[in-house]
């Protein structure tokens, strides 16, 4: 029987062959962006990366990557500007990431910036959405014998150094080992290696807004038309 896959969640995945020189960019800079324990985070506070010039190159790494999303889905070139609201360091060994999501956001990204084979886990994307597929609920986990993309609540994707993940910000997402960690924090990053043993990502979320003053009735018109009144 042929069959038709419609209406799929689009995850963008890239790799920049230049990570060698990021991770060491990280190794250098880190330690500006941490609390005193070495945590840096979503929590710490320290979601400013993409303001430090330093990361320029890669930020515009990321956004080349972000418009090839977007085109992949046929959006018309050349409309949007891709903002970046924040953005931060995940470094993390012994601990999972929990299932969260970024709704405030249009589309968030990770990149890898270093992933040892020990310390390696998958980002795990969830579909909690009704199912369309499904006839009732569990219908799934109860019947099937194999999981696809037909069928699967959630999906892993095991990644390496240098590869950057692209994904609707409203998609629940989290990390997984091969045994489900039962850890609730990591230990304190005080030297490079300590960095070197965990692994490191630089996430974040961007909000698409229009280059230009638009007509059209949806979307943020540009930055240059937002005004604050304190």
Known sequence: MQTHSLFPTVVGEDFFGNNDYTKQLVLDTYFEKCNEDGYSNENTGHVDIHL???????????????????????????????????????????????????????????????????????????????????????FFSNNVFEWNHSNAYSWNLMPKEGTLYVFPAKLQHSTSGETESTATGNSPNRTKEDLLKKRISIAGDVVLTHKEVSTKPTGLQPVSNWKTFR
């Open 52 to 138: 430090d010039p330093r990361y320029e190159s890669l930020y515009f790494q990321i956004t080349n990557s972000i418009n090839k999303y977007l085109a992949n889905m046929a959006i018309m070139p050349g409309m949007y500007d891709v903002n970046f609201v924040k953005s931060w360091f995940n470094v993390t060994r012994e601990a999972d990431t929990p299932k969260h999501d970024h709704p405030e956001a249009h589309y968030s990204f990770v990149y890898y910036v270093n992933h040892p084979d020990d310390a390696a886990k998958s980002l795990v994307l969830h579909n909690d959405f009704p199912t369309a597929n499904e006839p009732h609920g569990a």
